[in-house]
């Protein structure tokens, strides 16, 4: 077993083998992920909606944050871990976004950190790189600008909004970003952004130009049932087969069918 790194992904898109990321919150899951082949686990922020039930990623804390990352990494042996940086942990400052970032590295065995955004983040993304922190950026629907975007909505449709999200790409990349996630854009930007590239693309919502692809573990396995994106496909409904497991358990302790004779210490 290799263990995935930057490099080993640089490689990958080399070599054309498409990447893969799924997000990841729990030891359990990671350890399933890691076990499962995934290249890249990414401790998202989307937390804050799928596992904390907020509405949005904007409350979600650097506690948050490092207390799930902590947990995931004791899962994975193989996987690249990715660790998100909550809103305003790399806004405010080029030292508070050095300093956030150094703690996913160091307090929560993450392996690089994760950043939404394009111009106004590249004195942090090159700080960070040249301290040897790793970065992935992300552009296109940035789910920390929701308000300012107006929601969840497909971006670069324009001829500028997506000469935008090209020339922020390409920046990322110049100060040091090693990967980029592209969310909710048109396939054909996603396609030549990725060609343009010399660092990986990973999308989401971006059409299969890209040179991966990550989906929200929850939306992957049907656990997530508020609001399900056109860009997801579902492999299994977990949540049907877990309401159906409680349900069968709240039936048997009710008529005693549970705990039967195999079950107890004689
Ligand atoms: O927070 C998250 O899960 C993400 C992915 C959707 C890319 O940013």
Known sequence: M????????LEMKARGEKITMVTAYDWATAKLLDESGIDILLVGDSLGMVMLGLDNTLAVTMADMLHHCRAVSRGAK???LVGDMPFMSYQVSVE??????GRFLQESGMHAVKVEGGREILPAVEKMTANGI?????????????HQLGGFKVQGRTQDAAQNIRESALALQDNG???LVLECVPQTLAESISRELTIPTIGIGAGP???GQVLVFHDLVGLYDRFTPKFVKQYAQIGTVMRDAVQNYVRDVKDGSFPGPEHVFK
Not at 96 to 101: D, E, I, S, T, V
């Open 78 to 80: 193989r996987a690249f």
């Open 96 to 101: 508070q976004a050095l300093a956030n970032a």
């Open 2 to 9: 290799t263990a995935v790194t930057t490099l080993g992904l």
């Open 209 to 211: 130009g890209c040179n």
């Open 177 to 179: 970003a090693f990967a």
């Open 134 to 146: 790793p970065v992935m950026g992300h552009l296109g629907l940035t789910p920390q600008h929701m």
